[in-house]
């Protein structure tokens, strides 16, 4: 069983912000998949479907970014999940706009979700696909909770649908495979 998780703020004014990006992949998927993410435990908006023989867990935490690891240990205690079959997904402030990067494990790097969830978790044995949302002109907070223009979102979108192929390539193919194909691509 796997468990892919998109990391964002609840509350419609964040949507659309940098700090979303995780929660629109995870839109996005459930879209594409027609997976009703209308499901509700553990404090998250979750949804199921199988890929080839895999059941798979789509996870949207209901808390605020800083406390999503709270959700997602309790899906992983729960349904016992392994480490290496969780995948988390997340803004990336040190990567350019619409760049991903696919990572076996590691440190927060200064990601408040990334950090809550290590925490929830006791360890940094989980992998993530980061999207990269640029550094700005701004400070870090405004940056990150501001909306994309036009040109972003155009960016942004691609981005969130290589997203979702580098999902089924961790499913399907393993993290390995899913590094080779997507790290740097924009």
Known sequence: MYLITG???????????????????IDHYAGVKGI???????????????????????????????????SIVKFVDY???????????CDDVNLPLGTLRIKRKGSA???????????????????RLKL??????????????????EEEMTMMKKSI???????DCFINEGIDHAMNRFNGIN
């Open 7 to 25: 990391l964002g703020n609840i509350g419609k004014e964040y949507e659309n912000t940098r700090h979303n990006a995780g929660f629109m992949v």
């Open 36 to 70: 009703s993410m209308k499901n509700k435990k553990f404090n998250g908006s979750y949804g199921e479907c199988r890929i080839g023989d895999e059941k798979v867990i789509i996870l949207k935490p209901l808390t605020f970014m800083n406390l999503s690891g709270e």
């Open 79 to 89: 349904y016992n999940i392994e480490l290496d079959k969780i995948l988390i997904i």
């Open 109 to 127: 790097g200064g990601h408040n979700g990334l950090k809550n969830i290590i925490l929830n978790l006791a360890t940094f044995e989980f992998s």
């Open 132 to 149: 990269g949302v640029g550094t700005g002109t701004r400070d870090l907070i405004s940056h990150v909770l501001g909306k994309f223009n």
């Open 161 to 167: 649908e290589l997203s979702c192929e580098a999902i």
